[in-house]
C-alpha cells in the first residue's frame, strides 16, 4: 500500500516541543527548595509550632466542654482551625517572601535566568514545595485535632475544603507582593508579618473570634483568614466568603505579577 | 558562519546610551575577548549576546539564534558566566552542579568536571564555604555543565589573586581545547594578551578596533621602543632616515627610539654596519597597555 512508502526518516524528525522547562529540571528545583528549607532553621517552627500547639490545646482537659459563648462549641472545635490557618499563613507570610529574598538578595536568579531554566521555573518550584508543606501542615494539625483529640469535623466539607484552599491561594497572592518587592530576607519578613498578625488576630489566634466585638466580626469576613474560619464554622454567607478569598487571590496576582522584579 | 554576530548592536537605559553601535564577529573555536574600561558597554554587550536584555537597535546571532526568540534552545547551547551571580548559600557544590546539570539535554558528567576545575574535594563543600577562587571555578563548572558549544566568561578574574587568576586562564584555555568557542570580557589586559585570539576593543558603547592582542599593540604606532649609548658618534640624521624609527630623542648620551615593530632590527643592523656597539640597550615592547590607553584616550577626544 502506497500509504506505507514514508520514510522511516520522517519517525526521526525531532519534534521539539522547547519546553522552557523539562519535568526533570523542575523536580531538581522542587528537591533544591526542600534541601534549602531543611537547612534554614526558621523552617521547623513552621511546621512545629501549629503541630505543637495543637498537641498542648488537645491535651488540656476542659478545652473539649461545649461553651455558650462559643456558640455551644468546645475550646478545641473553634482552635482546630485556628491553629491549621498558622500553616499557610506563615509559609505565605515569611516562607515564600523570605525565600525569594534571599535569591535575588544574593543575584542566584542572575545565574538561573542563563540556564534553560528561566526563573519562573524556580518561582514555580518554590510555589510547589510551599504548596505540598501547608497541605501537610493542616492535614497533620486537623487530623490530630479531630481524630486524636475528638474536636467535632465542621458540617460543610466542601466549604471547609474550598475555604482553605481559596485561603491558601489569597495569602499566597499576597505574601507574592512582598516576594515580589523584598530585597532582603529582613525587608521580606517586615513586609509579610503585618498581614500575618492581622489574619492570626482575624483567624481568633488570640482571642476567639465569637468573643469579638460584634464590629470587628464583620471586619474579619473581609480578612482571608477570618473568612475561612467563618466558613469553617458555617457562620454567615459561604459565597460571600469564597468571593472575600477569591477577590484577593485575583488582586494580590495582579499586583505581585505587575511589581514581580527578578533582580 | 560567525559562531556570534554582533550587528550594529544598540542598546539604551532610560535615554543613556550603553551601547551605541557594536559589531564583530567570532569564528568557531576561537578565544575572542571584549576589552574596554568601565562602563564601556561590555557587560550590556553580554548580556544581548545572553538573551538577557533585548537590543533597542541591531541584530545579534548565536549559532544562528536569536537570543530573545530562541532563547530556551540559545540556554541549551550557550554556557554562561555572569558577573555578580550568585547562589543559594546552603546549597553544596555537586548538588549546584547536579541541579543544573538536570536542566539540560545533554549534561556533561559532573565528577570529571569537577575534578578538571580542581573541585573534586569541594563537592560536598557548601557554597558559602567556598572562597573566592572556588566560587569562580564552580562558576566556570556551571557554565560548562550543558555542554555547551559556546561559553560567555564576564570578568571572571575580577576578585581573584594572582595564583588563582593564572589557574583560571589555564582553565579557559582547557576549554577551548576541546573545541568550544569562548567569549571573554575582561578589563584585564594580561588575561587579554595572554588568553585572546583576537580581541575588540570597545570604549564608550563603541567598537573602537577588532584585532589580534598583538595587532592591537601595534596600532598605537609605538611598536617598539629602544635606548642605548652608542660606542661612537653616531649622526642624528642617519637614525632618522630608517623607515622603522618615528622619533628620536637624546639625553644625557643616550639615545632613545621610538618606532614600528621592526625598530630594533633595523638599528642593531645599522649598527653592526658602521661597527657602533650599543651599551646599556634597554628594549620595550609596546604592550597592549599602551594600545588601550591610546585608542581609548583618542575616541575620548572626539
Given at each position: 500500500m502506497s500509504a506505507t512508502t514514508a520514510s522511516p526518516l520522517s519517525a526521526d524528525v525531532r519534534v521539539s516541543p522547547r519546553r522552557r522547562i523539562t519535568a526533570r529540571g523542575f523536580r531538581a528545583l522542587m528537591g533544591m527548595h526542600v534541601k534549602l528549607f531543611s537547612r534554614e532553621p526558621g523552617v521547623a517552627i513552621i511546621v512545629l509550632v501549629p503541630i505543637v500547639l495543637m498537641v498542648i490545646f488537645g491535651s488540656i482537659p476542659g478545652t473539649k466542654k461545649p461553651q455558650a459563648d462559643l456558640g455551644g462549641r468546645s475550646v478545641l472545635d473553634v482552635y482546630v482551625p485556628t491553629i491549621a490557618a498558622m500553616v499557610p499563613l506563615m509559609i505565605a507570610c515569611t516562607a515564600l517572601p523570605t525565600a525569594m529574598a534571599s535569591f535575588r538578595e544574593r543575584n542566584a536568579l542572575r545565574r538561573f535566568s542563563v540556564s534553560p531554566v528561566l526563573p519562573g521555573g524556580m518561582l514555580a518550584a518554590l510555589v510547589a514545595v510551599l504548596s505540598s508543606m501547608a497541605l501537610v501542615g493542616v492535614l497533620i494539625v486537623v487530623v490530630l485535632g479531630l481524630a486524636v483529640f475528638g474536636a467535632h469535623a465542621p458540617t460543610n466539607l466542601g466549604a471547609v475544603i474550598s475555604a482553605f484552599v481559596l485561603g491558601f491561594t489569597a495569602v499566597m497572592a499576597v505574601g507574592m507582593i512582598a516576594a515580589a518587592r523584598a530585597t532582603s530576607s529582613g525587608m521580606a519578613t517586615g513586609m509579610g508579618t503585618p498581614f500575618m498578625i492581622l489574619n492570626f488576630f482575624f483567624s481568633g489566634l488570640y482571642v476567639p473570634v465569637a468573643q469579638l466585638p460584634h464590629a470587628f466580626q464583620t471586619i474579619g469576613e473581609f480578612v482571608p483568614f477570618g473568612a475561612v474560619m467563618d466558613a469553617w464554622s458555617g457562620e454567615g454567607i459561604l459565597w460571600q466568603h469564597l468571593a472575600v478569598l477569591a477577590g484577593y487571590t485575583v488582586f494580590g496576582g495582579f499586583l505581585s505579577a505587575k511589581l514581580f522584579r527578578w533582580e | 558562519m560567525p559562531v556570534i554576530e554582533v550587528d550594529r548592536l544598540h542598546k539604551e537605559y532610560r535615554g543613556v546610551i550603553a551601547v551605541d553601535e557594536v559589531s564583530f564577529a567570532v569564528e568557531q573555536g576561537e578565544i575572542f575577548g571584549i576589552l574596554g574600561p568601565n562602563g564601556a558597554g561590555k557587560t550590556t554587550t553580554?548580556?544581548?549576546?545572553?538573551?538577557?536584555?533585548?537590543?533597542?537597535?541591531?541584530?545579534?546571532?548565536?549559532?544562528?539564534?536569536?537570543?530573545?526568540?530562541?532563547?530556551?534552545?540559545?540556554?541549551?547551547?550557550?554556557?554562561?558566566?555572569?558577573?555578580?551571580?550568585?547562589?543559594?548559600?546552603?546549597?553544596?557544590?555537586?548538588?549546584?552542579?547536579?541541579?543544573?546539570?538536570?536542566f539540560y539535554r545533554e549534561p556533561a558528567e559532573i565528577a570529571p568536571l569537577l575534578r578538571r576545575l580542581g573541585l573534586a574535594d569541594k563537592a560536598e563543600a557548601r557554597y558559602k564555604k567556598l572562597s573566592g577562587g572556588q566560587k569562580q571555578r564552580l562558576a566556570i563548572a556551571l557554565a560548562l555543565v550543558g555542554n555547551p558549544r559556546v561559553v560567555v566568561l564576564d570578568e571572571l578574574t575580577t576578585g581573584l589573586d594572582p595564583h588563582a587568576r593564572r589557574e583560571t586562564w589555564g582553565l579557559v584555555e582547557q576549554v577551548r581545547e576541546v573545541g568550544v568557542t569562548v567569549l571573554l570580557v575582561t578589563h584585564f589586559m594580561e588575561e587579554a594578551e595572554r588568553l585572546c585570539d583576537r580581541l575588540a576593543l570597545i570604549d564608550r558603547g563603541r567598537v573602537v578596533a577588532v584585532d589580534t592582542p598583538a595587532g592591537l599593540a601595534e596600532r598605537t604606532g609605538g611598536g617598539q621602543r629602544m635606548r642605548f649609548r652608542p660606542s661612537a658618534p653616531l649622526e642624528d640624521a642617519e637614525l632618522l632616515a630608517l623607515p622603522e624609527v618615528d622619533s628620536l630623542t637624546r639625553r644625557d648620551g643616550r639615545i632613545e627610539l621610538v618606532g614600528t615593530s621592526n625598530l630594533v632590527q633595523a638599528v642593531t643592523s645599522l649598527l653592526a654596519r658602521r661597527q657602533i656597539i650599543a651599551d646599556g640597550l634597554r628594549i620595550e615592547q609596546a604592550t597592549l597597555d599602551d594600545a588601550f590607553i591610546s585608542l581609548t584616550d583618542h575616541a575620548q577626544e572626539n
Open positions: - | 553580554v548580556e544581548c549576546i545572553s538573551g538577557l536584555r533585548a537590543p533597542d537597535g541591531g541584530s545579534v546571532r548565536v549559532l544562528g539564534l536569536d537570543p530573545r526568540a530562541d532563547r530556551d534552545e540559545l540556554h541549551q547551547t550557550v554556557g554562561v558566566q555572569l558577573q555578580e551571580a550568585g547562589l543559594p548559600e546552603k546549597l553544596k557544590v555537586r548538588e549546584t552542579m547536579e541541579l543544573f546539570a538536570s
